[in-house]
């Protein structure tokens, strides 16, 4: 029985005296307007993943298709020594690395819509003079121009997309811009198997119309960016008012972007803290030692598919069933490590794949087993990837510290891309014990890492219950109490 004294507002619902001219809220509205907002996301994903993945997979053609043209011909051609063709790849990869810090903090500096576009159009331009070189000095010297127009794209990407996606929706995205390593790989192969028919046609060989036809359309793509390139969720024309507040934030309470601009303008104490968080080169520790296996795959699938007896086009062919395999594995790790947060599991898992996939190419005579291995090592390598740069962009703040963290990442990813390049040179069992070797400390390291941020977590838990989030000093960024570690 209800109290007759009873204030109204306390009532139940059908028991209250509703004044006729009160708006109530419909439930059926609200949950509309709920289900429209989470459609944004949707409506970015049409707008940006198509023209990034196209970015990436224009970087990844250029970047590899000199292993491709070593195929059809081009060190016969220049007359290059093994040793010589070592130097071009490692000239190239030291200047990716000089490009890398720069390129991720002048991206919010220059603006990701001029910054990438004129970034894939520099290097398109480079790509196409390679198809002119005569001599060793030549292709050398475009090698090392084309590194340092494309060094921090893989970052930048990065960086650009954390813009867009709050932390626990960026992985999923990354690997479906990152899976475009895996498509390159397949779509590589084809373009060469197609392309280096044009043997003689206007008096150039096939292996140079790879670089001619493939540079031009990266200078046609590039140029289209200027126009097409969305700069940020505030200046999205794609979206409303309401949507732009909702995204904006969405990423602050997600920790992706600081509650306000200035947290995120640069700051060189923000740089230097970067390289003092240890999850940082910890995770950066497994970018080099994975990056070394990727990379080394990447230069040298064709060569290492053609040793197992095929011929120069079949090894453009039989290059693509792995890089298509590593494709969908990487879709389905990378949805689960969103789903559920794993990133270190996802990376733990890469690794055994990679693991057992070059167990088994030392160890079998088969060349057909050798063959099937390339299928587990390639999918773990790809997978890797994407989980390894979320992993490092979801648990660094502000922008600067996350952007120089991220550049520290590609870095190292990058000094494992040398340190292939003369791995590779001769596929031996020395070469397969290394790379297994390191597979197995990506595992091992990947386990410190998930127990060290796991403490952090609980010791932040603990801050929690003491203090609260306006007694805290400024300026924390990811060591604030209240952001939480992705494990």
């Not at 949707?42 to 250029?62: G, K, N, S």
């Not at 010297?141 to 929706?169: E, V």
């Not at 970067?274 to 064709?302: C, D, K, N, R």
Request: glycine letters at 8%; aromatic letters at 10%.
């Amino acid at each position: 029985m209800i109290d007759p004294n009873t204030p109204s507002s306390l009532l139940p619902l059908d028991k209250q005296e509703i004044p006729h001219n009160v708006n109530i809220p419909n439930c059926k509205d609200e949950f509309n307007r709920d289900v429209t907002r989470e459609r944004v996301w949707r409506r970015i994903d049409v707008f940006i993943l198509p023209v990034i993945t196209v970015f990436q997979l224009l970087a990844l053609l250029d970047l590899g298709n000199i292993a491709n043209a070593r195929i059809a011909g081009l060190q016969e051609d220049l007359m290059l020594s093994n040793h010589q063709f070592t130097i071009v790849l490692t000239t190239s990869a030291l200047s990716i690395l000089l490009g890398e810090i720069p390129a991720s903090l002048l991206l919010r500096v220059i603006g990701p819509r001029i910054m990438l576009p004129l970034m894939l159009t520099l290097w398109g331009v480079v790509v196409t003079l390679q198809g002119f070189v005569t001599r060793y000095s030549e292709l050398l010297a475009c090698r090392f121009l084309q590194g340092l127009c494309d060094g921090g794209s893989g970052a930048t990407i990065i960086l650009y997309l954390s813009f867009w996606y709050p932390r626990r929706q960026l992985q999923w995205r990354l690997s479906l811009v990152g899976v475009i390593a895996s498509l390159a790989g397949a779509f590589s192969g084809l373009l060469a198997y197609a392309i280096i028919r044009m043997d003689g046609l206007g008096q150039r060989p096939g292996w140079a119309w790879i670089f001619i036809l493939e540079g031009l359309l990266s200078i046609l793509f590039g140029l289209l960016m200027f126009f097409i390139l969305p700069h940020s969720p505030a200046r999205a024309s794609f979206l409303n008012n309401d949507e732009k507040r909702h995204v904006i934030s969405r990423l602050r309470e997600s920790g992706a972007i600081a509650r306000n601009d200035k947290a995120d303008a640069f700051n060189w104490r923000e740089v230097g803290k970067a390289f003092a968080l240890p999850h940082v080169w910890l995770v950066s520790l497994i970018s080099f030692l994975t990056g070394t296996i990727q990379i080394g795959l990447g230069y040298f699938t064709p060569s290492i598919v053609a040793s197992l007896g095929y011929t120069r086009v079949q090894a453009q062919l039989f290059s693509v069933p792995p890089a298509v395999t590593g494709f969908f594995v990487t879709l389905i790790t990378a949805y689960l490590s969103d789903r559920f947060g794993a990133r270190g599991l996802n990376i733990m898992f890469s690794s055994t794949l990679m693991i057992i996939g070059l167990a088994i190419f030392l160890v079998s005579q088969s060349l057909h087993v050798k063959y099937g291995s390339l299928f587990l090592l390639i999918s773990g390598s790809r997978s890797v990837s994407p989980a390894i740069w979320a992993w490092n962009a979801n648990n660094v703040a502000p922008y600067i510290r996350r952007a120089t963290s991220v550049a520290i990442t590609g870095v190292m990813f990058g000094a494992g891309g040398i340190l292939a390049t003369w791995l590779f040179v001769a596929l031996s069992n020395t070469v397969i014990i290394t790379l297994l070797t390191f597979s197995v400390f990506a595992w091992i390291i990947s386990g410190i890492n998930i127990a060290y941020l796991r403490n952090q977590n609980k010791r932040k838990s603990g801050i929690r219950t003491t203090t609260a989030p306006e007694n805290e000093p400024p300026g924390l960024g990811d060591r604030s109490a209240w952001f939480i570690y992705s494990l």
